[in-house]
Structures are given as C-alpha cells and as structure tokens.
C-alpha cells in the first residue's frame, strides 16, 4: 500500500496494514556506481476479541464453560479474575480450572454466582471483559392461566399448553380426571398431544422440581422441613401418537399377544399382534470328524435347528504361518439343515476347524476348536506370479518374480525352476535353472536383448504346472548413436526444432533431450520441439540428443541460428538534477534488453494533468543519455516519457514524475538521540528543496566544581570550533561520533553568518548528572573561565 514520493526518496504508507509487514530495499547508483540500504517494518496489533462470553443464567449442578479469545501481534496473553481478584488469590477448589481462554465451572452451586473478568493484554494494550454468571434456584411456577376449556371436533387435534417456569427447568406431569396420564405423549415445553381421542375429560398438569438435596437437617420442634431426592425414569413401553407402540430392553417375558383398541362415543375397533422373543444361540460344545482325505473334512451332526438359518465353518492353518499371524478365515457356510460338508484344502498343511450358528438375531459363540488335522503332500498346484525381467546392467538378463506363500510349496524340497531363451533367435532350445529365491541373474546375453522368460514351482514330488512364457529384455546402455536431421524455424523470440528418429538406442528409448540456454525434455517418440523466451538479436547454438534409462547419448552436431532484431526495452533508469528553479536535467541509462543496434532516444514531457504530450524530442545519438529541460514553470509538477529505438521500432516508455526544484537551506528543526560517543540526529528533508551542503560545528565543555557557590561552565583550554563534514540537506540523517563520554557539546548549524539551529547536549557515561530530553533546549547559567589572561564572563545559556 505505499507509494514513492518526494522524487523517489520517500516510500510512504498512508495507512499502514498487516500486509505491509516485510524488508524493503532502498537502491541508487549513477555512472560510478551503485549502493543499497534494506529495512525492516513490523506491523503488529494490540488485542482484540475473537470469541467473546455470554452472560446467562444456570441452574445448580449445571457444568459452565466460559471462552474467552483474543488475537493480536503479538499474541496476547490471557487471564481471569473473579470479582476483581485474581484466580491465584481465590481459595482453589477442585470443580474450576482454567486452560488459556477458558474457564470451566462444573457442577455449580448458588455460591459460584459471581462477576468474572477475561482480559488479554500484550506490550500494546489490553481489553476487559466482564461476564455475569448467575447460579440460582427458582419454585417451579405455572404460567398458564388455570380452568382453561378447550373444544374440538371430532377427529381434530388438541394441544394444552401448560407454560412453567423455574430453576433448575421444571418437569411436567400430566393427569386426567384426578388419575396419572401414564400415555407419555408430551413434549419438553409441558404441552399434551390427544390425537383424535374423545376428550372431555379434566386433565391436570402439576411439575416436578429438582432442587439441592439436603442430605442432613436439624429440626426445630413444630417447624416444617421438606426433603428433596433426584430420580431418573427408564420408560419400558412408549406409545407414539401415530399409534406406534414401542418396547425396550425386551425380554422372554415380553413374548405374547398385544392388543390395540380405539374408541369412540359411537363404535370402537381392535386389532391383534404376536411378539415372540428368541435368543441367541450358545456356543456349540462338540465338534467331530468321521472321515478325512486330503481334500474332504465331514463335520459331527449338529442337533438343534429351530430358528437357524445356516451354519459357518473355519479353518486355522498353522503349519505355515507364524502364531502372531494365526488368523479364522471362514472357509463355507451352509443352510441350517446340513449335518456335514466337504472342504477343499491345501496338501502339507496343518488345520484347525471350528463351526458358529447363525440366526436372525445374531452369531452364537464358536464351537471348542478340533484337533490338528495334517493334510499329505502333492506337487505344486499353481506357478509363481509377476515374472519380468529387471535387468540394469548390459550384457546381464535379470529374472525376477513374487515369491509364493509356504503353504503353496505343497511339500519339501521346494524349489524355483527358470526358463529362458532368446526371443526370436535360430536356437529354440530353453535353458534352465534351479533356485530357492528370486533373482536369477544370466550374463553374457548382449546389450537390451529380447528374451523369452518363465518360472515353475517344483518340489520333491515333482514339476508345478507349467507357466505362459513372459517377455524381457537383458540390461540396457546409452544410446551410440547421435540423432541427425536437426533443422531449426526462427520466429521471432521462438524457435521450432525438428530431428529424426534416434538410432541404436541400445534400450527402451525415453525421449530426446534439446541443449540450448537449457536443456529442454521431450518424453517418448516426439521428435519436435517449440522452445520460446530467446532474446532477440542474439546467436544461438543448439544440439539434439536421446536418452534411456541409462542416460543420454552423444549429441548432434551444433546448428546455429540467428533470431531478429526487436524494438528495444524501456531505458533502465532515468533520473534528473535541477539546476535552477525553472529548468530540469534528464539522465538515462541504455534499455538492458537492447533487441538490436540502437538509433537513438525519444523524449517527451507535459505538465501534469494535461492530456497532451508536448512534442516530442528526438536524440539520434545513441550515446547521448542525458537532456537539459529548460523554461519549465517553477509551481507545476511534469511528467516525462524516454523510450529507446531499433530498426524494427520504439521500445516502451519509462516514465517518471518530477519537479523543478527550490534554492534549499540547512535544517532547523532537528531531532537527536544521545550516545556515549555519539549524537545521531534526524531531520525531514523539503519536498522540493535543492541539497543544500552544510557543516554541524560543535564546542567541547567540561564541568568545574571549585566554586564555592555554583557549578559553572569551563572552556577547557580555550578550545575553538570544530567542523563535522559536509553534511546534505536532503540526506535527512547524520551520526556525529568521535564525542567523550559524559561530556558536554555546544552545537550550532550556520546559514549566511546566521545562527540556523543551535542546541547543548550532553553525551551519555559517566559525568552525566541527569538525564535529560536532548530535543528541548538547555537553561542554566554558565561561567566561562579564559585562563592566562581570558577575561571571566557570566552568561546564561538558552
């Protein structure tokens, strides 16, 4: 959000945000050089509140949560007090805790009523929340107006109201004709729903409160005292009013029939339903075998079926597996009607079965697991999965594959038979070997050769079954040979480049990679490329080459290529000194995109805020970087275009608002700050003022105490004026250092043999008396002692 102002040496922010918070840099140069000074702005934030508390109104043994959030820059900190006094000062109790912005209150009581204070506070403020927490107990009160009739039709609705208050919430009971509602068709706010029901009858509405029990009382001869219990009510049956009948928690003694009846003056109808209530089944105690082979497992009977729909039998092989891997896996289900089941399993495994019942209602417990069942040997029955080739080095074919589960070796002396043969090649025979692990390694095969690859399970009982043949390759080189073809269309900053398919590859070819200013990858079989961003005017040099997963190959013969000339960029810089008050001196430097042979400068200016430009100034001295303006109106700003040019055109404009600027004088209103050994001191340069040089003088004092009636001044050997460099005007800053510390300075600014700006100070250390503000003048009376014949003067100093 800030700006540039007064020519460049203001950046201003008028209104700062938290966007504004960064470094900045601050860069001039001119033709001897270039400098730069960085600075660092911090917005920060006093606090403010994000989630404020709410005043509200609870009832004993409620839990009360209090958030309190704030956000600032820093982060502010955050802390309670009750009443004024902090937590830390209020007798501790169990039932409050406080974790940063929130203070939780549980279980309260009528005592807990109090007034508590959030405040968060960081080094640039703080703000104070005040939130009333009111505890109190309230007689449950009827609202609603008593001996209310209400008329309906038949068939309609009718809702009574029955309005309470009370803390804590009263609870609403409902009678009808002096006799208890139990039809629990109420809801929370105490208002009764009698749905197309006959209802002239009475109905009574009374409330239930809940208040602090009393758990001990002395009483006083012929006083009343009152007990109070708390109590919950688990309703068994609930009657919707869409006629919904519901029952929890059922039980055996639930089972039978229901009826339901509905009545009016002029008839009545019922209707009849059946609940049977059934339960799980228990664990099955007994599991037996009656025949076994290598395939077949027959279950024991089973004698009870009522309410089972089917049976689930498990296996558990463990022969194989590692006991922390030992896992039921369901192997069938069967209809409950079954009393036996064939189960296909694995040969040289060691099982365990188990059998569930399962019926409408759930899965009963499993049955005792069985013994260990040994299933015989065979020769493998599948062949391993994921059989490639991953070779990485020439000459060299690498087989690998996944290896096969334990429990598929199918017996011992389990092994892994690898085939292969060059593909397509004049010998057809396979070769062969055996391994016990992935991978097999073949050497000697060539360079990316093709091979026909495939790999058998066998075991002591003989060969698996035997697999299709996969395809792979031996290990790849980088490609040898270099693409040729390279030709090369220039439009204007973008080249097209086109080569011809790479040969000899010696691999799985990957793409092509273009080397120019940098390298450019073209993945797979593409063999164009378009590559934008050159300069223009420039000669560039580029080479194709291809590459596979084992690098790149040689590259193609360098193909030069011009690109055009262009209109040039904008002038680097311009920049401007005031000679006089109606006259401005423009200076540039060359465009750093230059985009062809410079012709010359256009330079053009207007008053600011006409609409215009004045003619335009041409230069056709290329090495001309500067113009004088003159006649120019000292009370008007201007704004000035200077564009460079090509043959092929003008570049684009840089442009710059400036001001004729004024005869400038030496500070006057200065503001410091003390050091030890130093004074740095600040001033605000004018807008338009022209630098003006100028030399701070300064007079070194030191302070006598021999008089016997005050501390004076002494001239410590009549010392003269001493002269700080030449100092800008426009600079706004300048460091006075090489003082002693805890001395006094006399220091004046001189303009045309007049005091400009004049003040004493004192430097910091030791001798300091008091510290004083440095920016208001000093008043106390001074000696001055000239020895060796120095007059003595008494003077007051301002």
């Known amino acids: 959000t800030g700006e540039v102002t007064n020519h460049g040496r203001w950046f201003h922010f008028e209104s700062v945000e938290q966007s504004d918070d960064g470094e900045y840099q601050c860069r001039v140069h001119n033709e001897h050089g270039e400098t730069s000074h960085s600075f660092t702005v911090t917005v920060e934030a006093a606090p403010y509140w994000v989630k404020e508390p709410q005043n509200l109104m609870y009832a004993p043994r409620e839990n009360v949560r209090l958030d309190c959030q704030a956000e600032g820059i820093p982060t502010p900190t955050i802390t309670w007090t009750m009443n004024g006094q902090s937590l830390s000062e209020v007798d501790a109790d169990q039932r409050r805790s406080v974790s940063g912005g929130v203070l939780k209150l549980l279980d309260v009581e009528v005592a807990d009523t109090a007034v508590y204070q959030c405040e968060a506070k960081n080094k640039h403020g703080s703000i104070l929340l005040n939130t009333y927490i009111n505890v109190v107990e309230l007689p449950a009160q009827i609202l609603t107006a008593d001996g209310l009739q209400y008329r309906v039709t038949e068939g309609g609705d009718v809702a009574l109201q029955c309005e309470t208050f009370g803390s804590p919430q009263p609870h609403v009971t409902w009678y009808r004709t002096n006799s208890y509602y139990a039809n629990k068709r109420t809801d929370t706010s105490g208002e009764m729903w009698c749905v197309r029901l006959e209802s002239e009858h009475l109905y009574i509405c009374e409330m239930v409160r809940y208040l602090t029990i009393t758990q001990y009382n002395t009483v006083l001869l012929n006083y009343f005292v009152m007990h109070f ?116 399993l694995h040969p040289f495994c060691t099982y365990r079965f188990r059998v569930t019942a399962v019926n409408d209602l759930g899965r009963s417990e499993a049955s005792e697991a069985s013994d260990y069942h040994d299933t015989p040997p065979a020769i493998p029955s599948s062949s391993p999965s994921n059989v490639r080739s991953d070779s990485s080095e020439p000459g060299t074919l690498v087989v690998t594959w996944d290896e096969m589960e334990k429990r598929l070796h199918n017996g011992q002396g389990f092994k892994y038979k690898v085939w292969w043969r060059e593909a397509g090649g004049h010998d057809t025979r396979w070769n062969s070997s055996y391994v016990d692990r992935p991978p097999f390694s073949v050497t000697g095969t060539g360079t990316y050769t093709p091979f026909e690859i495939k790999v058998q399970a066998v075991n002591s009982l003989g060969e698996g079954p035997e ?41 799985l070819l990957l793409g092509y990679k273009v080397q120019l200013q940098h390298p450019s990858t073209v993945r797979g079989m593409k063999t164009s490329e378009e590559i934008t961003g050159l300069k ?36 680097a810089s311009l920049m401007f000194e005031s000679p006089t008050d109606t006259s401005l001196v423009l200076f540039w430097t060359p465009p750093t995109e230059t985009n062809g042979v410079l012709l010359g400068y256009i330079v053009q200016y207007q008053q600011d805020r006409q609409y215009s430009l004045l003619p335009y100034l041409l230069i056709s001295d290329p090495s001309t970087t500067h113009i004088e303006l003159q006649s120019l109106d000292s009370s008007s700003y201007y704004l000035v275009n200077v564009r460079a040019r090509t043959a092929a055109g003008d570049g684009p404009a840089v442009t710059r608002r400036f001001a004729t600027l004024l005869d400038g004088v030496p500070p006057s209103n200065i503001s410091m700050y003390l050091g030890d050994t130093y004074f740095n001191m600040s001033w605000v340069p004018g807008e338009r003022d022209r630098n003006h040089g100028f030399h701070i003088r300064y007079l070194r004092k030191a302070v006598c105490w021999d008089c016997y009636l005050l501390a004076v001044m002494v001239w410590t050997g009549c010392k003269t004026w001493q002269d700080s460099e030449l100092v800008n005007s426009t600079q706004g800053f ?44 000093s008043h106390f009376p001074i000696a001055l002692f000239y020895l060796n014949s120095c007059f003595i003067k008494l003077q007051y100093a301002n």
């Not at 697999?467 to 790849?476: C, I, T």
């Open 229 to 344: 219990c708390n109590f919950f009510v688990t309703f068994l049956f609930t009657v919707f009013h869409n006629g919904t009948l519901r029952v929890t928690d059922v039980r055996p003694k639930d089972s039978g029939v229901y009826s339901c009846e509905v009545i009016t003056s002029l008839d009545h109808a019922q209707a009849e339903g059946a609940i049977s209530v059934v339960g799980t089944w228990s664990m099955l105690r007994s599991l037996e075998t009656t025949e076994f082979t290598c395939h077949t497992l027959i279950s024991s009977p089973l004698t009870e079926t009522h309410f089972l729909p089917e049976f689930i039998v498990e296996s558990r092989e463990e022969q194989h597996t590692e006991e922390a891997r030992w896992r039921w896996e369901e192997l069938k289900r069967v209809p409950g009607d079954f009393r036996e089941v064939e189960l296909k």
């Open 467 to 507: 697999p299709e043949a996969e395809r792979g390759h031996s290990g790849e080189d980088v490609p040898l040979e270099a693409p040729g073809g390279v030709d090369v269309t220039v439009m204007n900053s973008t080249v097209r480049v086109k080569w011809n398919e790479a040969q000899n590859v010696r691999g």
């Open 536 to 571: 223009l005017y420039s000669v560039y040099k580029l080479s194709v080459t291809a590459f596979n997963s084992k690098g790149e190959g040689p590259r193609s013969k360098p193909h030069g290529f011009e690109t055009p000339e262009g209109a040039p960029g904008p002038p």
């Open 734 to 777: 300048y460091s006075l250092s090489g003082l002693q510390p805890g001395t006094i300075y006399h220091l004046q600014i001189l303009h045309q043999n007049n005091t400009q700006w004049e003040r004493i100070v004192q430097t910091e250390g030791p001798g300091t008396r008091e510290k004083k503000n440095p920016n208001e003048p």
